[in-house]
């Protein structure tokens, strides 16, 4: 099946400063991927679509200034949290699609981001 | 607007079936997808459906009836191992996945 890599798995960082979170896709090209947050005890949150050479497409109330999103290749998309603050201590999860028509969404494993 | 509805929690017993229950509300239909996710971990595909009735895989099984915007997810033989939040998702008109709450599952010895 198709495999999604997210680097780094955990990251403890001191408010105020930027954190880059790399999704891959080791075994197919991703022309799509997505970036969600997910907080304790509640559903998966989607922050935007990432497409393969063109700029990310944000959720209604997610700061695109806050999430960097590039995606610069088929197999690569960085998430990156500017000037983190504790309330963005979170859970990111990114997915890959391997097609418009199927939809079915390959999970990376996710980052564990705790921001003092 | 788009609505995707799953009960909140459920609780069942170790060898025992339990149905958990989605209904939704979304601006076309391209398919509907069920996910599992344990605490701390990212949600791993259990099933698609994206014609009417019954798609079995294992001890797990997956209705769809596109009439009546409902599927379910059934799970036979309960282990403590199935203890986790069950996703559902529908691919919308715009081939968007819309993603229900999740639906937490305990189950006890």
């Known amino acids: 099946g198709a495999v999604v890599s997210q680097h780094p798995s955990r990251v403890i960082c001191k408010s105020g400063t930027s954190v880059k979170i790399e999704c891959r896709s080791l075994?197919?090209?991703?022309?799509?991927m997505f970036w969600y947050r997910q907080f304790p005890k509640q559903s998966l949150m989607l922050m935007a679509t990432?497409?393969?050479?063109?700029?990310?497409?944000?959720e209604q109330g997610v700061e695109k200034d806050k999430f960097l999103i590039n995606h610069a290749s088929l197999t690569l998309s960085t998430l990156t949290v500017t000037s983190a603050h504790p309330e963005d201590s979170s859970f990111y999860i990114c997915?890959?699609?391997?097609?418009?028509?199927?939809?079915?969404?390959?999970f990376g494993p996710g980052t564990r981001l705790t921001v003092l | 607007g788009q609505n995707i509805d799953q009960p909140t929690e459920m609780t069942a017993t170790e060898g025992a079936i339990v149905q958990i229950n989605c209904t939704y509300q979304t601006s076309g239909f391209n398919g509907l997808f069920w996910y599992q996710q344990h605490a701390g971990e990212a949600p791993t595909f259990l099933s698609y459906?994206?014609l009417d009735g019954l798609e079995e895989k294992g001890r797990f099984s997956s209705f769809l009836s596109r009439s009546k915007g409902y599927s379910y997810l059934l799970l036979k033989e309960l282990q403590m191992k199935d203890s986790a939040s069950y996703l559902c998702a529908v691919t919308d008109s715009n081939y968007q996945l819309i993603w229900g709450a999740g639906t937490k599952l305990i189950i006890k010895p």
């Open positions: 990432s497409n393969e050479g063109s700029k990310a497409t944000y």
């Open positions: 075994d197919f090209q991703a022309t799509t």
């Open positions: 997915s890959a699609r391997l097609g418009r028509a199927y939809n079915e969404q390959f």
């Open positions: 459906n994206v």
